[in-house]
């Protein structure tokens, strides 16, 4: 093969214009970035907000014309038919998404819901449901009992940018029904209201399930393993928590140290979140324990513009009482919860084996 005298069809680097990144660029750059993703954010939000108030009137028409009573059970089928003929490349018209138009203003104007008045006033869509995908809107309605748990969701979804995956996750978690439910002495240690914001935020139990440990496990293996898994950890959470740190050393005078097991901060109280690990049932003792690392959360950690300091004890199962006696006498707020974990079973090959028993006892069957 003749070799090509022209340079431009070899291998070679090209030589590009001069250039040098310097930390301006780099802000520039960075600047730029973000505004290009704002406006991304927004054109998405406003075509979300647009299919959203299209589905809310055509909902409102099909539930107050009584379409299918007016022209049939088979109404939404050739409705759905007519637009994808008149908007052929228009996605989002099918007869199931028309249908769930339909459910989805029924659910939230139906006359034996209070809180429906109230919150779609004029029959117009409320303004922050524009702020939530399509799909999430169908999760929350079909997996809602009221009016209530699916406010609940919708916040969460605005509150913590959920994806789909992670709603429905925290749909089959029972969020909506373990939200608010740990032991406090909130109403006692707190003020208003803060201790009605404090207790909302915690929740019993939660849910370790994502965790792999074998049985038997102590509580170093469940910190590491929590800490390992700390972003799915947060969500379990929830929205606001910032980790800190974990095993942070408490030095006292004389060389005195200890080590609470977790420390975070809470973005919405704005204050400090002390939470130790326990992996058996709840003694009176970590109480004192805990109200001692969150007093010196209270000394070390928060400034003049935090809120003081609270502890969260999650421990494998408690005694409601004993819990609540523990908490006479203590001057901090504390909450105990309790955590799930399908743990795993170590079996070695021999134990997974039958017997030499099991063996003939089946012979002899």
């Keep these: 093969m003749k070799a090509s005298n022209n340079k431009e069809e070899e291998p070679h680097f090209v030589k590009r214009d001069k250039f040098a990144i310097t930390a301006e660029y780099k802000q520039w750059f960075a600047d ?3 505004r290009l993703r704002n406006s991304q954010i927004k054109a998405a939000i406003k075509v979300n907000s647009t299919l959203l108030e299209f589905y809310w009137s ?26 994808r003929d008149e908007f052929p490349g228009m996605k989002g018209l099918s007869y199931t998404n028309l ?3 339909a459910q989805w203003f029924r659910f939230y104007t ?5 809180i429906c008045q109230q919150l779609v006033g004029e029959l117009s869509m409320p303004q922050k449901f524009a702020l939530v995908p399509w799909g999430h809107h169908i999760e929350i309605m079909a997996k809602s009992k009221t009016v209530n748990e699916a406010l609940f969701y919708i916040n969460e979804v605005i509150a913590g940018n959920w994806s789909r995956a992670t709603l429905m ?29 404090a207790q909302e935020i915690l929740k019993d ?11 038997p496990y102590n509580e170093h293996m469940l910190e590491e393993a929590l800490e390992h ?5 947060l969500l379990e959470l929830g929205t606001g928590f910032a980790y800190v740190g974990s095993q942070m050393e408490l030095r006292m005078p004389g060389g005195t140290s200890y080590f609470p097991d977790m420390v975070f901060y809470h973005t919405k109280l704005k204050c400090y979140v002390v939470l130790e690990l326990k992996v058996v049932e709840f003694e009176p003792e970590f109480a004192g324990k805990l109200n001692f690392y969150v007093s010196a959360a209270d000394h070390l950690l928060k400034d003049d513009n935090d809120n003081p300091s609270i502890g969260l004890l999650v421990c494998k199962s408690k005694n409601e009482t004993v819990v609540k006696w523990a908490f006479e006498g203590i001057d901090r707020p504390l909450g105990i919860a309790t955590y799930e974990l399908d743990e795993v079973l170590k079996k070695t090959l021999a134990e997974k084996l039958p017997s030499i028993e099991d063996i003939e006892n089946a012979i002899e069957e």
Aim: charged share 30%.
């Design 32 to 34: 730029i970035k973000s």
């Design 229 to 233: 898994n700390i972003r799915r950890f």
């Design 169 to 197: 996750n925290m749909q089959k978690a029972s969020l909506y029904e373990k939200r608010g439910k740990a032991q406090t002495n909130f109403n006692d240690k707190l003020p208003q209201p803060q201790d009605e914001l």
């Design 58 to 83: 055509l909902g409102r028409d099909i539930v107050k014309m009584k379409a299918e009573q007016a022209w049939g059970s088979g109404v939404l089928q050739q409705l759905s038919f007519d637009l």
């Design 110 to 114: 139906s006359d034996d819901e209070s």
């Design 99 to 101: 249908r769930y138009a």
């Design 205 to 215: 139990p939660y849910n370790f399930d994502f965790l792999t440990l074998r049985k």
